[in-house]
């Protein structure tokens, strides 16, 4: 047996709490992971977060006003 993880890719999920009031800034801030859906408030997508976005997902985490993002 090898060391566990080798190998393996990190990979970065966001989510969104129910705090969230459907200000809009995740989504102008990283649009490919975030949208306000139907309900008014913001989604993130299911998958994981593409690398080329984690950045701005995680500045879109410190930008929400509630704290309502959860990327890690
Ligand atoms: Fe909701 Fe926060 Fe996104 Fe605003 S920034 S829409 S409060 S998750």
């Known amino acids: ?18 705090e969230c009031i459907g200000c809009g800034l995740c989504e102008s801030t990283c649009d490919a992971v975030f949208s306000i859906g139907d309900e008014g408030v913001a989604v993130a997508i299911e998958e ?5 976005y984690e950045d701005a997902a995680k500045e879109a985490e410190e930008g929400c006003p509630v704290g309502a993002i959860t990327v890690e």
């Open 48 to 52: 994981d977060i593409p690398e080329e």
């Open 1 to 18: 047996m090898g060391p566990k993880g080798l190998g393996e890719e990190f990979t970065m999920k966001a989510t969104v709490s129910e």
